[in-house]
């Protein structure tokens, strides 16, 4: 039987159509759709109940080390109060798993994992973990909830409820403080998320997800805050082109195939996974992940065929309609001789072949990536 979060009741009340997911009973949508809820975190803010993801706590003396040896990035280089993306590979360079870690001091670590292998990613840490490590793994998601705030305004909403200074608290950045609701409740904010906004991901103890659900929906009447439910989630993440594993990462995936290269530090000495893939970077991936376009219609879903000179040579990972372009498009694996921009290609559906075109990708411009942006030009325009 699925797994109520504490705020099932919240969300059937709020109209939430609820799904199995994960082993969890999730809301999929609420009642203005998912296209009207990807648009609201787009233009002002969302809040969605994640508590189904995973989180573990990786402390002591050792940690560091144990760390940089199972993970892909150099946690060597993680500063006190940052946050980084980072993937657990197998020797062959498959994917584990991705993960966010949060260093929230010079020997402890907040890793945050996917639902769907929270048992897996515990299991394999303390597998790898060696007898002589001084090093402490607890798998937290009992205890912990989790909820993401998302949007242009979600600055704005939180803000006024917590001690840090939020207008400090970069990109990828984490703190530990209080949230001033009646009783206070210590909370850990990280500025990520899994949407392409700006936004805050928010740890907690679990006994208190409905005061904090309470108090961010009120907190955010005047800035058109909405429950957001797992449909519009998927598309938010899909116009940046974040991941999702299962489909565009998974076991017999590699992080360089799915364009990941950013989160391996390749120039470590060493982690698991490693070898594996320093050969796929010497070599080149034999397929890689591309956008397309739907040229004539139709909806590329998960797993179905790509064509390329009348035969298939790959598999779409993710497809649906993208509100923000209004457009149908599709992520999917093929080989690299065929994944350069503008390559012509089929997607099979049903008994027929769809045109498509390969894009560019991200197919939405991520808002810190924007701000960059807007740095840039800023800092070329004469003085």
Avoid at 339 to 348: D, K, L, M, T
């Amino acid at each position: 039987m699925a797994t109520r979060t504490l705020l099932y009741d919240r969300h059937v009340a709020l109209g939430g159509r609820m799904v199995e997911f994960a082993g969890w009973m999730l809301p999929v949508q609420y009642p203005p759709g998912p296209n009207a809820e990807h648009q609201q975190v787009r233009q002002a803010a969302g809040l969605f109940d994640i508590d189904h993801m995973g989180q573990v706590v990786v402390s002591g003396p050792d940690a560091l080390t144990f760390l940089n040896r199972v993970m892909t990035a150099d946690v060597s280089r993680f500063g006190i109060g940052t946050a980084h993306y980072s993937l657990m590979c197998y020797a062959d360079g498959g994917v584990v798993d991705d993960t966010f870690i949060y260093r929230l001091d010079a020997n402890r670590y907040f890793v945050a994992v996917n639902a769907s292998n929270n048992a897996k990613d515990t299991h394999w840490l303390n597998y790898h973990r060696q007898a002589q490590e001084r090093v402490v793994i607890e798998n937290v998601s009992e205890s912990t909830y989790m909820l993401s705030l998302q949007g242009p305004r979600a600055q704005d909403i939180l803000a006024p409820l917590v001690d840090a200074a939020l207008d400090r608290l970069k990109f990828h950045r984490a703190v530990e403080t209080w949230l001033l609701t009646s009783p206070r409740v210590r909370v850990l904010i990280g500025r990520t998320g899994y949407t392409g906004e700006d936004g805050f991901e928010l740890f907690f103890p679990t006994e208190n997800a409905g005061l904090v659900w309470d108090t961010l929906m009120e907190a955010g009447r005047p800035f058109d805050l909405a429950p957001i439910g797992l449909a519009a989630r998927d598309s938010l993440r899909f116009e940046p082109c974040m991941p999702l594993y299962g489909q565009e990462i998974s076991a017999t995936i590699d992080p360089l195939q799915a364009g990941l290269g950013f989160g391996c530090a390749l120039d470590k000495e060493h982690f698991i996974g490693r070898d594996a893939l320093l050969k796929v970077q010497l070599e080149g991936p034999h397929r890689q992940l591309v956008g397309f376009e739907m040229l004539q219609g139709g909806v590329a879903r998960h797993g179905y065929p790509i064509v390329i000179d009348g035969a298939v040579q790959g598999e779409v990972t993710s497809g649906m309609y993208s509100p923000t372009l209004d457009k149908m498009l599709g992520l999917a694996y093929i080989p690299s001789q065929y994944a350069a921009i503008a390559e012509e290609i089929g997607v099979q559906i049903r008994d027929s072949v769809k045109p498509a075109r390969t894009i560019a990708k991200p197919f939405y411009q991520p808002s810190y990536r924007k701000s960059i942006a807007q740095r840039s030009r800023h800092a070329e325009l004469p003085k």
